[in-house]
């Protein structure tokens, strides 16, 4: 299968779970500037769905907020996962604002190594990586 848009698959959303809902949806919605795009809690399977992202789920690609009521512990990342990709214009501005906003920059900006993308990695409240690539 093809990745051009003759393709009979197109792809929805990338699901990751989140200890804290409200301070995943503040970090996406108020940093990232996604839109919470629908709500939906589950009280027999005691989970609440949230999904965000920058437009209308039809047309574009968002991200699925799983919380689970019972968890208590924070989740084992991992090491199969590897990032979200954003792409961002201004990337030294952006990280200026997001690091005022206490958002963990592990990665700050410049180019990558052994390319010429300028990049850099935050962190989310859970801990997942998120790489902001800078779009000329």
């Given amino acids: 299968m093809s990745g051009n848009s003759d393709s009979n698959f197109r792809m929805l959303h990338t699901m990751i779970r989140v200890k804290d809902l409200d301070k995943s949806l503040d970090f996406y919605v108020n940093n990232l500037e996604m839109k919470v795009l629908r709500k939906s809690d589950f009280p027999g399977g005691k989970f609440t769905l949230a999904f965000v992202g920058y437009g209308d789920e039809k047309e574009n690609t968002v991200i699925e907020l799983t919380h689970n009521w019972d968890q208590e512990e924070p989740y084992d990342l991992g090491n199969g996962f590897g990032h979200l990709a954003l792409g961002v214009q201004d990337i030294y501005g952006i990280c200026e604002k997001l690091e005022a906003k206490g958002v963990k920059i592990p990665r700050p900006p410049g180019p990558m190594k052994h390319g010429t993308s300028?990049?850099?990695?935050?962190?989310?409240?859970d801990g997942y990586k998120i790489e902001l690539i800078e779009k000329k």
Avoid: H, K, L, W
């Fill in 118 to 125: 300028v990049i850099a990695f935050i962190e989310d409240p």
